[in-house]
């Protein structure tokens, strides 16, 4: 990412946060290639990944775009391919291209949304009808 840019989410959720970020980017790029940033470690099925203390993700777009990253870095030609998620007190950063692509927008507004919903008081809203 050539001058990307970090969205901040504001959430109260700690790793369940990182956990729904991952969750919905496995049904935005079906054939997305997860790695944890700090360790390079890869993390091949999501159903396997331990979230507790793990802060920083990259979600590449497909195994071709995992490999094009590790040859030439930061390329332009890879914009739209990457998505950084990093987990810090109080907020997930989300971090994409400086001009993200209408879907990754929409990516990130939707995962937004979701972040900021209270689920629980629409449970109980749901039981006191």
Do not use: C
């Not at 790793?15 to 997860?34: C, H, K, N, Q, S």
């Not at 990253?69 to 914009?79: A, H, K, M, V």
């Not at 507004?109 to 689920?119: A, K």
């Amino acid at each position: 990412m050539i001058g990307g840019s970090d969205i901040v989410i504001p959430t109260g959720r700690g790793i369940e946060a990182m956990d729904l970020a991952v969750r919905a980017v496995t049904r935005f790029w079906r054939g997305v290639v997860l790695e944890d940033a700090v360790s390079g470690e890869s993390l091949p099925r999501y159903a396997d990944i331990g979230f507790a203390g793990r802060n920083e993700i990259l979600a590449f777009r497909d195994q071709r775009s995992a490999k094009m990253w590790d040859e030439l870095g930061p390329d332009p030609s890879l914009n739209g391919t990457l998505i950084h998620f990093l987990l810090s007190e109080g907020e997930l950063t989300v971090a994409v291209d400086a001009s993200p692509s209408p879907e990754i927008k929409s990516f990130v507004d939707g995962l937004r949304r979701s972040l900021q919903q209270d689920f629980f008081a629409g449970a109980l809203a749901s039981e006191a009808a």
